[in-house]
């Protein structure tokens, strides 16, 4: 078959996009409005309901089809309710994104002074969370004939030189376990690591004038921070039919700040 644009359509999926919800600018909102406009129907999940209700009203009155759900990704039973909320709603899962993380609440402390509450906490949500909504959801993919999940790992993963960085680094780890133990059930798993992204969320935890944005200056190939909605682009790619056989890979979208051949 000739390739066709209509290979970027999302039209009857159902997207769950997990860390969703607020106002302003995220890569969550960015993630489930690009969705929408693909044509999926989706679930906006956050721990904060009435942000995920925010993002889903915005695509209601666009036209768009969202429900909103509250969800701490690190509660096996609230991953399991999530999953159940879109089979209601919209009668299964096709799509996963893992948005759901701690970015400026994971301690910075040094590896050798990090206390182990910390590091407990940055791992139950940016890799158990990630995994306990990915099982949540692999039945109902399974029941529709396959499904993409994506994965939000980090250019600071590259190398790992913090909490944060290792606990997305390990979430690589899980990318590739999923895709090779799930890919004969037409499962694919793969991850979009952000250099500095300008959401704001991203913009609090590194300032305009903080040194690390001069050091991407020097570093990154073109520009040292993009948009939210720069990142929408490879993920509608990884859940489209147009990227049915990309699978256990890592899209590195940082403006070239991490090159890896």
Not at 98 to 122: F, G, H, Q, R
Not at 201 to 207: I, R, S, T
Not at 222 to 234: I, K, N, Q
């Amino acid at each position: 078959m000739a390739f066709s644009l209509d290979q970027f359509r999302l039209d009857g999926k159902v997207a769950v996009v997990t860390g969703a919800g607020g106002r302003g600018n995220s890569i969550g909102r960015a993630y489930a409005l690009g969705f929408a406009n693909a044509g999926a129907s989706v679930v906006v999940a956050d721990l904060n309901k009435d942000g995920a209700q925010i993002v889903a009203d915005e695509i209601n009155a666009a036209g768009g089809k969202a429900i909103a759900v509250g969800v701490d990704v690190s509660n096996e039973e609230q991953t399991l309710a999530m999953a159940e909320a879109a089979k209601a709603a919209f009668g299964g899962v096709d799509i996963l994104i893992n948005n759901a993380a701690l970015m400026v609440d994971v301690s910075y402390d040094s590896i050798d002074t990090v206390s182990v509450e910390a590091w407990n906490k940055a791992f139950a949500v940016n890799l158990t969370g990630a995994l306990l909504c990915a099982r949540a959801v692999a039945p109902s993919m399974r029941e529709r004939g396959g499904g993409r999940i994506v994965n939000q790992t980090s250019g600071g993963a590259f190398p790992a030189t913090s909490l944060y960085g290792i606990s997305k680094l390990a979430l690589v780890g899980l990318t590739t376990s999923l895709a090779k133990q799930w890919g004969k059930d037409n499962i694919t798993c793969n991850a979009i690591a952000p250099g500095n992204v300008k959401s704001d969320a991203g913009k609090l935890l590194v300032p305009d004038d903080s040194p690390f944005i001069q050091f991407l200056q020097m570093t990154c190939a073109t520009r040292p921070r993009g948009e939210p909605d720069e990142l929408v682009g490879a993920a509608i790619l990884l859940c489209s039919e147009a990227g049915a056989w990309i699978t256990g890979q890592v899209i590195h979208i940082d403006g070239g700040w991490v090159m890896r051949p």
